[in-house]
Protein backbone atom coordinates (compact mmCIF):
# COMPACT_ATOMS: atom_id res chain seq x y z
CA UNK A 1 0.00 0.00 0.00
CA UNK A 2 2.80 2.20 0.89
CA UNK A 3 4.47 1.66 -2.61
CA UNK A 4 1.50 2.33 -4.69
CA UNK A 5 0.78 5.56 -2.70
CA UNK A 6 4.38 6.60 -3.51
CA UNK A 7 4.11 5.84 -7.07
CA UNK A 8 0.82 7.94 -7.37
CA UNK A 9 2.89 11.19 -5.45
CA UNK A 10 6.04 10.45 -7.81
CA UNK A 11 3.35 10.33 -11.12
CA UNK A 12 1.63 13.45 -9.96
CA UNK A 13 4.71 15.10 -8.95
CA UNK A 14 5.77 14.38 -12.42
CA UNK A 15 2.53 15.73 -14.34
CA UNK A 16 2.55 19.27 -11.74
CA UNK A 17 6.00 19.53 -13.28
CA UNK A 18 5.42 18.83 -16.86
CA UNK A 19 2.35 21.17 -16.35
CA UNK A 20 4.78 23.94 -14.89
CA UNK A 21 7.14 23.43 -17.66
CA UNK A 22 4.46 23.94 -19.72
CA UNK A 23 2.70 27.00 -17.88
CA UNK A 24 6.69 28.94 -18.08
CA UNK A 25 7.25 28.10 -21.74
CA UNK A 26 3.88 29.31 -22.98
CA UNK A 27 4.39 32.71 -21.08
CA UNK A 28 8.19 32.87 -22.66
CA UNK A 29 10.19 32.11 -19.72
CA UNK A 30 12.27 29.56 -21.25
CA UNK A 31 15.30 29.97 -19.53
CA UNK A 32 13.53 29.23 -16.53
CA UNK A 33 11.74 26.34 -18.02
CA UNK A 34 14.74 24.48 -19.46
CA UNK A 35 16.19 24.92 -15.85
CA UNK A 36 13.47 23.09 -14.24
CA UNK A 37 13.33 20.22 -17.06
CA UNK A 38 17.32 19.68 -16.61
CA UNK A 39 17.00 19.19 -13.04
CA UNK A 40 13.89 17.05 -12.63
CA UNK A 41 14.40 15.20 -16.27
CA UNK A 42 10.26 15.25 -16.46
CA UNK A 43 10.55 16.78 -20.04
CA UNK A 44 12.93 15.97 -23.21
CA UNK A 45 13.40 19.35 -25.16
CA UNK A 46 13.69 18.17 -28.48
CA UNK A 47 13.99 21.31 -30.11
CA UNK A 48 16.89 22.17 -27.90
CA UNK A 49 18.60 19.14 -28.95
CA UNK A 50 18.36 20.05 -32.58
CA UNK A 51 19.85 23.93 -32.06
CA UNK A 52 22.48 22.22 -30.20
CA UNK A 53 23.14 19.66 -33.10
CA UNK A 54 22.73 22.63 -35.58
CA UNK A 55 25.21 24.42 -33.93
CA UNK A 56 28.06 21.55 -33.75
CA UNK A 57 27.64 21.65 -29.67
CA UNK A 58 28.29 17.67 -30.24
CA UNK A 59 29.37 17.47 -26.32
CA UNK A 60 26.53 19.64 -24.75
CA UNK A 61 24.37 17.98 -27.12
CA UNK A 62 25.52 14.15 -25.92
CA UNK A 63 25.48 15.11 -21.98
CA UNK A 64 22.14 16.81 -22.44
CA UNK A 65 20.60 13.02 -24.09
CA UNK A 66 22.21 10.99 -21.94
CA UNK A 67 20.99 12.79 -18.98
CA UNK A 68 17.37 11.04 -19.83
CA UNK A 69 19.28 7.58 -19.87
CA UNK A 70 20.83 5.08 -17.75
CA UNK A 71 23.43 4.05 -19.61
CA UNK A 72 23.94 0.86 -17.65
CA UNK A 73 21.18 -0.68 -18.86
CA UNK A 74 19.48 1.82 -22.08
CA UNK A 75 17.47 0.77 -25.19
CA UNK A 76 19.68 -0.25 -28.63
CA UNK A 77 17.95 3.16 -29.76
CA UNK A 78 19.58 5.64 -27.10
CA UNK A 79 22.75 3.66 -27.12
CA UNK A 80 23.24 4.55 -31.15
CA UNK A 81 21.54 8.28 -30.49
CA UNK A 82 24.65 8.73 -28.71
CA UNK A 83 27.14 6.68 -31.08
CA UNK A 84 25.95 9.13 -33.96
CA UNK A 85 26.32 12.00 -32.25
CA UNK A 86 29.95 11.75 -31.37
CA UNK A 87 30.62 10.43 -34.86
CA UNK A 88 28.77 13.72 -36.00
CA UNK A 89 31.42 15.31 -33.62
CA UNK A 90 34.34 13.87 -34.82
CA UNK A 91 33.23 14.16 -38.53
CA UNK A 92 32.83 17.78 -37.67
CA UNK A 93 36.51 17.77 -36.60
CA UNK A 94 37.90 16.69 -39.42
CA UNK A 95 36.10 18.86 -41.92
CA UNK A 96 37.98 21.57 -39.56
CA UNK A 97 41.38 20.29 -39.39
CA UNK A 98 41.24 19.39 -35.97
CA UNK A 99 41.18 16.09 -36.08
CA UNK A 100 44.02 16.10 -33.30
CA UNK A 101 41.55 16.85 -30.70
CA UNK A 102 39.40 13.87 -31.74
CA UNK A 103 42.04 11.42 -32.06
CA UNK A 104 41.25 9.44 -28.86
CA UNK A 105 37.75 9.71 -29.80
CA UNK A 106 37.94 8.42 -33.32
CA UNK A 107 40.62 5.40 -32.36
CA UNK A 108 37.83 4.32 -29.83
CA UNK A 109 35.01 4.58 -32.67
CA UNK A 110 36.84 3.22 -34.99
CA UNK A 111 37.61 0.13 -32.95
CA UNK A 112 34.16 -0.89 -31.96
CA UNK A 113 33.13 -0.35 -36.28
CA UNK A 114 35.90 -2.94 -36.70
CA UNK A 115 33.37 -5.50 -34.96
CA UNK A 116 30.66 -5.16 -37.16
CA UNK A 117 30.53 -6.20 -40.74
CA UNK A 118 28.10 -3.81 -41.79
CA UNK A 119 30.01 -0.94 -40.86
CA UNK A 120 32.45 -1.18 -43.81
CA UNK A 121 31.18 2.10 -45.34
CA UNK A 122 31.45 3.97 -41.98
CA UNK A 123 34.85 3.16 -41.70
CA UNK A 124 36.21 4.14 -44.68
CA UNK A 125 34.24 7.33 -44.40
CA UNK A 126 36.12 8.11 -41.28
CA UNK A 127 39.70 7.14 -42.71
CA UNK A 128 38.79 8.93 -45.89
CA UNK A 129 37.77 12.13 -44.13
CA UNK A 130 40.73 12.00 -41.41
CA UNK A 131 43.38 11.86 -44.34
CA UNK A 132 42.26 14.90 -46.59
CA UNK A 133 41.03 18.58 -45.10
CA UNK A 134 39.95 19.74 -48.51
CA UNK A 135 37.55 16.05 -49.24
CA UNK A 136 36.50 16.30 -45.10
CA UNK A 137 35.44 19.63 -45.61
CA UNK A 138 32.92 19.01 -48.73
CA UNK A 139 31.38 16.08 -47.48
CA UNK A 140 30.66 16.91 -44.09
CA UNK A 141 28.49 20.00 -45.73
CA UNK A 142 27.07 17.35 -47.77
CA UNK A 143 26.51 14.43 -44.41
CA UNK A 144 25.61 16.63 -42.19
CA UNK A 145 21.75 17.62 -42.34
CA UNK A 146 21.14 13.96 -43.34
CA UNK A 147 22.76 12.46 -40.23
CA UNK A 148 20.91 15.54 -37.69
CA UNK A 149 17.88 14.31 -39.21
CA UNK A 150 18.77 10.51 -38.69
CA UNK A 151 19.51 11.87 -34.75
CA UNK A 152 16.24 13.36 -34.50
CA UNK A 153 14.73 9.92 -36.02
CA UNK A 154 16.22 8.02 -33.28
CA UNK A 155 14.88 10.56 -30.37
CA UNK A 156 11.54 9.72 -31.95
CA UNK A 157 11.68 5.86 -31.56
CA UNK A 158 14.05 6.23 -28.34
CA UNK A 159 11.64 4.93 -26.03
CA UNK A 160 13.40 6.58 -22.75
CA UNK A 161 12.80 9.69 -24.77
CA UNK A 162 9.37 9.27 -26.10
CA UNK A 163 7.30 9.88 -23.30
CA UNK A 164 9.01 12.97 -22.11
CA UNK A 165 8.75 14.69 -25.71
CA UNK A 166 5.75 16.38 -25.28
CA UNK A 167 3.95 18.54 -22.42
CA UNK A 168 0.41 18.67 -21.61
CA UNK A 169 -1.72 21.42 -22.47
CA UNK A 170 -0.98 23.97 -19.43
CA UNK A 171 -3.94 25.50 -17.51
CA UNK A 172 -4.41 28.14 -15.65
CA UNK A 173 -5.50 26.18 -12.85
CA UNK A 174 -3.25 26.59 -10.19
CA UNK A 175 -3.79 23.14 -8.24
CA UNK A 176 -2.35 21.73 -11.62
CA UNK A 177 0.66 23.82 -11.67
CA UNK A 178 1.58 24.96 -7.93
CA UNK A 179 2.34 23.08 -4.79
CA UNK A 180 4.01 26.00 -2.53
CA UNK A 181 1.85 25.02 0.13
CA UNK A 182 -1.50 26.52 1.86
CA UNK A 183 -0.28 29.91 2.82
CA UNK A 184 0.32 30.93 -0.67
CA UNK A 185 -2.91 29.07 -2.45
CA UNK A 186 -4.44 31.65 0.25
CA UNK A 187 -2.50 34.65 -1.02
CA UNK A 188 -3.65 33.80 -4.26
CA UNK A 189 -7.94 33.57 -3.34
CA UNK A 190 -7.37 36.39 -1.39
CA UNK A 191 -4.70 39.00 -3.19
CA UNK A 192 -4.61 37.86 -7.17
CA UNK A 193 -2.23 40.64 -8.22
CA UNK A 194 0.34 40.08 -5.45
CA UNK A 195 0.48 36.60 -6.43
CA UNK A 196 0.92 37.72 -10.22
CA UNK A 197 4.49 39.49 -9.07
CA UNK A 198 5.77 35.72 -7.48
CA UNK A 199 9.12 35.58 -9.73
CA UNK A 200 8.89 32.27 -12.28
CA UNK A 201 12.45 31.15 -10.63
CA UNK A 202 10.85 30.75 -6.78
CA UNK A 203 7.44 29.17 -8.68
CA UNK A 204 10.51 26.58 -10.44
CA UNK A 205 12.54 25.73 -7.41
CA UNK A 206 9.49 24.62 -5.12
CA UNK A 207 9.37 21.62 -7.74
CA UNK A 208 12.65 21.14 -7.85
CA UNK A 209 14.55 18.32 -5.87
CA UNK A 210 17.97 17.31 -5.47
CA UNK A 211 19.59 14.69 -7.54
CA UNK A 212 22.79 13.41 -8.04
CA UNK A 213 24.46 14.32 -10.75
CA UNK A 214 23.60 12.89 -14.58
CA UNK A 215 25.56 9.33 -15.76
CA UNK A 216 27.92 10.50 -18.74
CA UNK A 217 29.14 7.74 -21.46
CA UNK A 218 32.48 6.92 -21.01
CA UNK A 219 33.43 7.58 -25.13
CA UNK A 220 32.36 11.42 -23.81
CA UNK A 221 35.28 12.01 -22.39
CA UNK A 222 37.81 10.38 -24.30
CA UNK A 223 38.55 13.34 -26.65
Known amino acids: MTARRG ?39 SKHLRRMLDHERWAAAS ?5 FVN ?41 YLRVYDDCDGLRRLLLSMRSDDTKSSILYRRIKPKAVADIMDLVAKCPELKAKTRLPRSTFD ?11 WQQSTRHTNRTSSVPAHII ?16 NNSA
Open 7 to 45: NRSAALAGLRLRRLISFLRRHRLYCTAHALDRETGVFFD
Open 63 to 67: SYALS
Open 71 to 111: VRDCSREADVLNFRILVLRVLAAFAAGQGRSVDALFRRIYA
Open 174 to 184: PAYIMSLGPRL
Open 204 to 219: ALSFVRKRPSQISHKM
